[in-house]
């Protein structure tokens, strides 16, 4: 059966784009907040790097080694404290999570992926394409997760929990000692605890721990620089794989990719080199003065919210107005503000609406929202 037909694919990727064409076509001016496409500077030393790289020698533009840039290896396994053997330099966190998820169902350890819910999209629809069965486990209204619940649903037949810390949808932040926990799980059940990082820089608790933090054979971290960097279009992500399975992931990776983009993976390099941390302070800061004024105005909205810990996203909830997508095309023609259908993300936020704050027009989107349901 084609990917597109299985049921998991049916999800973000056709609604994603459904809602921002529906929002392109509104007959009036919309905030979109619907992607989690950063809409701020990247570093100034990566836009140097890649005017460099014009200039270069054409010996520079033919393949890099398929698991990534040795240089750019080497300073991600520095920064994170891994040995380098471990790291694959993958097309963004959507390459890494793949190849993790392939990975853990490869081990013959069993076939069933635990997912939360609320569910970040793509993992249901990737679950599917690798052969997986999902299972799920809720988030409590926080978006927390209790390690008991996750106890409680592994089994023999778990062959990875995926966890999303910072989250998408919920901006829930995982503190050290769930981390420790989850990873105690996978190894009790002979499974791999699947960590997605992708929203590490945008911890506004000062709680977040890395699954990195946790030492283990039973642990795969993904991450990338798409958001850190604000670069979704560059594509340049990692994974550290426990030593065991590294070698298969390698492969895997190589067959389907025979590479990644060199000239973005030298550009990243650059940055991450080059830039100050008052970079990566400077956006976090940023992200969360608009959570504030974005709850404050849905407050005056009269609004039920999530106050994200960490990530790019919100998730309100207004009186008899359940987060569909009739609703959302609702709101894009009547209010003028484009989000995304809570139930995109599973069950347990199908009366929510999810806004991403990667837009200098919260204040004015939340404003609309007010007069819309006031
Ligand atoms: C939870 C999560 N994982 C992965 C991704 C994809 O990241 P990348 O662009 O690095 O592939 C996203 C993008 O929004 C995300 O929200």
Avoid: C
């Avoid at 990917?3 to 998991?8: C, E, Y």
């Avoid at 994603?16 to 392109?24: C, D, S």
């Avoid at 989850?182 to 000062?206: Q, T």
Wanted: glycine share 8%.
């Amino acid at each position: 059966m084609p990917a597109a037909h299985l049921p998991g694919m049916d999800y973000e990727r056709p609604l994603f784009f459904r809602v921002m064409q529906y929002a392109a076509r509104a007959d009036r001016d919309v905030v979109g907040m619907v992607s989690g496409n950063p809409d701020w500077e990247p570093p100034a030393a990566l836009r140097d790097g890649l005017r460099a790289y014009a200039d270069a020698d054409p010996e520079a533009f033919q393949y890099p080694p398929s698991e990534g840039l040795t240089k750019l290896r080497a300073e991600i396994a520095e920064r994170r404290g891994v040995d380098v053997d471990r790291v694959i330099v993958t097309n963004g966190t959507g390459e890494a999570n793949y190849l993790a998820m392939a990975s853990a169902l490869d081990r013959g350890a069993g076939d069933e992926i635990l997912l939360t819910d609320p569910v970040y999209p793509y993992y249901p629809g990737k679950t599917e394409l690798l052969g997986g069965t999902q299972r799920y486990v809720p988030a409590d209204e926080d978006g927390q997760l209790d390690p008991a619940a996750v106890r409680e649903r592994a089994s023999e037949d778990t062959a990875a929990i995926l966890v999303n810390t910072p989250n998408n949808p919920t901006g829930a932040v995982y503190d050290e000692a769930t981390m420790r926990d989850l990873v105690a799980i996978a190894e009790a059940n002979d499974a791999l605890l699947l960590s997605d990082e992708v929203y590490d820089h945008f911890d506004y608790s000062g709680r977040f721990a890395s699954a990195l933090g946790v030492d283990s054979e039973h642990r795969i971290v993904t991450n990338a620089f798409s958001k850190s960097m604000a670069i979704t279009g560059f594509r340049v992500g990692y994974a550290v794989f426990p030593e065991e399975l590294v070698d298969a992931a390698k492969t895997r990776h190589m067959l389907v990719n025979v590479a990644g983009s060199r000239p973005a993976q030298q550009a990243v390099l650059t940055a991450l080199q080059e830039t100050d941390p008052a970079y990566y302070e400077a956006n976090r800061e940023l992200m969360a003065e608009r959570v504030e004024t974005f709850t404050a105005a849905l407050d005056d909205a009269g609004a039920e919210y999530t106050t994200p810990d960490g990530g790019f996203y919100v998730l309100a909830r207004f009186e008899d107005f359940p987060g569909t997508l009739a609703n959302v095309e609702r709101l894009i023609d009547e209010a003028g503000v484009a989000g995304m259908p809570g139930d995109a993300f599973g069950t347990a936020r199908e009366d929510w609406l999810r806004f991403a704050l990667v837009t200098p027009r919260v204040e004015e989107a939340a404003d609309r929202l007010a007069e819309f349901f006031g």
